[in-house]
């Protein structure tokens, strides 16, 4: 139950490609590398907080 499902599994891998060909293109502007890996990380702790989610709505229901 705490764990990625295979489809958040695969977004993180996919997200992880992102960042790959990103990384690859030749730099426009000087801080559009930090600012990808930014959103890719905050992309990557939404994916990340899901199974906690999962947990805490499966707590509630518990409680009813």
Aim: glycine share 4%.
């Amino acid at each position: 139950m705490f764990a990625l499902a295979a489809e958040e599994q695969e977004i993180l891998e996919l997200l992880g490609e992102a960042w790959n060909k990103f990384a690859a293109l030749p730099q426009e502007h000087p801080s559009e590398g930090i600012e990808f890996a930014q959103a890719i990380h905050r992309c990557q702790d939404m994916m990340a907080a899901r199974p906690v989610w999962r947990l805490n709505r499966w707590k509630r229901a518990q409680r009813n």
